[in-house]
Nanobody
Framework: EVQLQASGGGLVQAGGSLRLSCAAS????????IGWFRRAPGKEREGVSC????????YYAGSVKGRFTISRDNAKNTVTLQMNSLKSEDTDVYYC????????WGQGTLVTVSS
């Protein structure tokens, strides 16, 4: 079973930082690009960042570029998203998945940025 579980969300003040983690199992992790997505209630998911397979190339949405950093550890089947300088508009449920999406979206992890 393809599983990707996001964790690490929480409540943080504007300007603060959080580090999200994605634990993957059930597939050959290193063969797939992995993406972080977010979705506000009632809205569709949007891509935040993605990282390629073993070459490690990255992509960031314009709204987070320069503030977020994605990385992966293929040996541990994990992807992280370091989020700095958080803004209130970053408040969302964050998900990880293969890119293109292939696994279940799961529950995601909630990031709440407050004043």
């Amino acid at each position: 079973e393809v599983q990707l579980q996001a964790s690490g969300g929480g409540l943080v003040q504007a300007g603060g930082s959080l580090r999200l983690s994605c634990a993957a199992s059930g597939f050959t992790f290193g063969d797939y690009a992995i993406g972080w997505f977010r979705r506000a209630p009632g809205k569709e998911r949007e891509g935040v960042s993605c990282i390629s397979t073993r070459d490690g190339s990255t992509y960031y949405a314009g709204s987070v570029k320069g503030r977020f950093t994605i990385s992966r550890d293929n040996a541990k089947n994990t992807v992280t998203l370091q989020m700095n300088s958080l803004k209130s508009e970053d408040t969302d449920v964050y998900y990880c998945n293969t890119y293109p999406a292939g696994g279940s979206w799961g529950q995601g992890t909630l990031v709440t940025v407050s004043s």
